[in-house]
């Protein structure tokens, strides 16, 4: 007989002496246990047969039935627990009865209980053992607070509990393993790792369901957190509760995950990825995913499938690689009076160091949120929809990608099929490329103010450019690159402060008509822009561009301040004669204007006998023979105009001749009619006083035109 076959003896010796009529399956376990081999309590089949139901346990024979006092003697009992194999206690197809209370013990061995039926409480409170495995089996409720396990912890392959789950505090030396397995209780926690410590992975995967609260907050997780393909049920409540949990590597919510209530990793420490890609994460009425303040290493993906009804939040969260969501829906609509209702992606301050990917079929319903994030690469939201129209009385409506204050190192890119319903902000940003938004829509504003975009800010092909609005107040970039077509509607576009170095592109209108176009289209009028424009024509070369613009900036400047008639002569008095100060060569030509006007009626007045010497014999002379003294000036009417139209210039004819001071006299009566009374010397009087006034107004002007263009360059 070997000593296995002597321990078996011996034991249900030991066992019917402290035991009374004990049944075929406490009598095979104690055949069993000194062997290590499995205990079979089925009278037929195996694992996969229907009568080895847990469920149906209530069902079963007396025969099937082992007290759970039985299995305590046998872990503490000195002499008991000698007798049984290191491979340890090993039951399929029993129904425990009793509470199973192992608190404080230390077992050495195995204990394994595979579609067995615990009929009442299981308690491992601050015990010690070298592996616990319940797979396929059912309990009612387990207490292992502090429990100290050297192997891993089975909860799988048909697992089922009807209460809560407990190992809080536990210390297991390898993984917590719950596939394919139901933890149900509503509304309450059903699984509760709180501040445990597993040094290989938890793994919810494959069939894993929850019906009630998951609690890891605080649990170290060695290796990876998986849930691949679980379900997790507590609507409106917490689903998977993961506060400032330490795991090593990866989480992984991924293909086909769903949760029905809130997934909250608030200040979790990951050493790999996020995963979440064809996860669906439903929570309507708040938060659907919690990672605010969370810090992972690795990237977070979001992509292919994943789904979200409820808030996704990732506030001051730092992610060591990239941030994925190309293809991701993410859905949180406004509601009137809704706690968080209104924003879809929550992520104020967050820290990625490499991409954001908003792309290729992404969609947002409600606000994606990234108030001063710091992203180490590209904001990628190419063939991505942003959805939140403004609804009245709503708070967090209206802006569908708000990202002010927030530092890119790489490009913003709201192109190549961008669609945003509601506002984009990018208000005080720091973009170190491009701000590109070629082949964008936007139903709202782009808000741009203050914002620095050190490479280009690129605007053309916009999709519907009616419906948007620019605003780029006091905002800077390192170019320029637009078309005519983008443009947005006369009192859409916003430029008072706008600084660029340059046009670049050779789409992008140069002209100053397509550039005045432009610049009418601002809602308020400002100055500032007509001579930001008008400084890069007159650097790319093109002065009399650049007076055009000015020209145009000072006509819109005075016919917004000037009230009263008299400013508004003046001014018009100021745009003929001189331009506004842009134009001062308009003074030279009313100038000679007046010099011909004034050479052809003086002229005429001469033949007229209207224009007559000055001095006195010539003058007599002249008035009663119509003949000059051999020795006087001849009278010049191109020289007498030049000198009395500039006052500054002295030729001798206007001291020589003027208009006939005396009566008429009937040897030189003018002409009758309209023509004689021009050419009278009462009127050529008078007009000659009025031209030299207007002489004097267009030298001055035209002086004072030139000498302030010359301050202004």
């Not at 308690?123 to 502090?146: K, P, V």
């Not at 108030?371 to 967090?396: M, W």
């Amino acid at each position: 007989m070997t000593a296995a076959q002597v321990h078996s003896e011996d034991l249900l010796v030991l066992a019917r002496s402290r035991f009374n009529d004990l049944t075929f399956a406490e009598t095979a376990l104690m055949q069993f246990a000194p062997t290590g081999w499995l205990a079979s309590c089925s009278p037929s089949g195996g694992w996969d047969d229907p009568a080895n139901e847990p469920s149906l346990a209530d069902k079963w024979g007396p025969e099937r039935e082992i007290r759970a006092d039985l299995i305590r003697w046998l872990c503490i009992n000195p002499t008991a627990r000698d007798r049984v194999d290191p491979k340890g206690i090993q039951i399929f197809g029993a129904r425990i009865v009793g509470n199973l209370d192992l608190s404080y013990a230390t077992i050495p061995f195995r204990l394994a209980f595979l579609r067995c039926q615990l009929a009442g409480d299981a308690e491992f409170r601050s015990s010690s053992a070298e592996e616990l495995d319940f797979r396929g089996s059912s309990i009612r409720s387990l207490g292992a607070d502090r429990l100290n396990v050297k192997g891993g912890v089975f909860f799988r392959d048909g697992f089922r509990a009807q209460g809560e789950v407990r190992l809080v505090g536990a210390r297991i030396a390898s993984n917590l393993e719950c596939n394919n397995s139901t933890f149900s209780h509503p509304g309450h926690t059903c699984l509760n790792v709180e501040a445990a410590r597993v040094a290989g992975s938890v793994l919810l995967c494959n069939g894993f369901r929850s019906e009630g609260e998951v609690r890891l907050i605080g649990t170290e997780i060695g290796d990876n957190l998986s849930c691949d393909g679980g379900s997790f049920v507590n609507p409106s409540a917490m689903a998977l509760h993961g506060d400032r949990a330490k795991i090593a590597g990866y989480v992984f919510l991924r293909n086909g995950a769903s949760v029905a209530g809130e997934v909250n990793l608030q200040s979790a420490e990951i050493g790999g990825n996020l995963e979440c890609d064809k996860g669906i994460f439903n929570n309507p009425k708040s938060v659907a995913f919690r990672a605010s303040g969370a810090s992972i290493r690795g990237s977070v993906f979001m992509r292919n499938g994943f789904s979200a009804d409820g808030q996704v939040d990732f506030l001051g969260a730092e992610i060591g690689r990239s941030l994925e969501c190309d293809g991701g829906k993410f859905r949180n609509n406004p509601r009137e009076g809704g706690s968080s209702g209104g924003t879809a992606l929550r992520a104020d301050r967050v820290r990625v160091a490499g991409y954001v990917f908003f792309r290729n079929g992404f969609n947002a319903e409600g606000g994606v949120d990234l108030l001063n994030a710091v992203i180490g690469s590209d904001l990628d939201c190419r063939r991505g929809t942003f959805k939140n129209l403004t609804q009245k009385n709503v708070e967090d409506s209206g802006i569908a990608l708000f990202a002010d204050g927030a530092s890119v190192q790489g490009s913003v890119m709201l192109s190549d099929g961008f669609v945003a319903h509601g506002d984009v902000r990018l208000h005080g940003g720091q973009i170190q490329g491009q701000l590109n938004c070629t082949e964008g829509a936007f139903d709202g504003t782009l808000n741009v103010q203050a914002t620095t975009i050190k490479e280009a800010l690129v605007w053309r092909d916009i999709v519907q450019p009616e419906l948007a609005s620019l605003d780029l107040i006091n905002a800077r970039a390192g170019a320029l690159v637009d078309d005519i077509q983008s443009w947005p509607a006369s009192g859409k576009l916003r430029l008072e402060g706008f600084v660029f170095d340059r046009f670049t592109s050779v789409r992008t209108p140069r002209s100053s008509r397509d550039r005045i176009n432009w610049l009418r289209r601002q809602k308020e009028f400002a100055r500032q822009p007509y001579c930001q424009v008008a400084m890069i024509l007159r650097d790319e070369g093109d002065d009399v561009g650049a007076r055009e613009v000015l020209f145009e900036m000072e006509r819109l400047r005075r016919q917004k301040e000037d009230h009263g008639i008299l400013n508004r002569m003046w001014t018009q008095i100021m745009r003929a004669t001189v331009g506004y100060g842009y134009y001062p060569h308009r003074s030279l030509f009313g100038l000679a204007a007046l010099m011909i006007l004034c050479m052809s009626l003086f002229w005429g007045g001469y033949v007229n006998g209207s224009v007559v010497p000055v001095e006195k014999e010539a003058y007599d002379q002249f008035t009663q023979s119509g003949h000059l003294p051999s020795q006087y000036e001849r009278f010049h009417a191109s020289v007498y105009a030049v000198e009395s139209s500039f006052p500054l210039v002295k030729l001798g004819q206007v001291d020589r001749w003027q208009a006939d001071p005396g009566p008429l006299r009937p040897t030189h009566a003018p002409r009758a009619g309209a023509l004689g009374w021009i050419l009278s010397a009462r009127f050529l009087r008078w007009f000659h006083w009025v031209q030299i006034c207007l002489g004097w107004f267009l030298t001055t002007m035209f002086l004072a035109a030139v000498a302030g263009l010359v301050r202004k360059d």
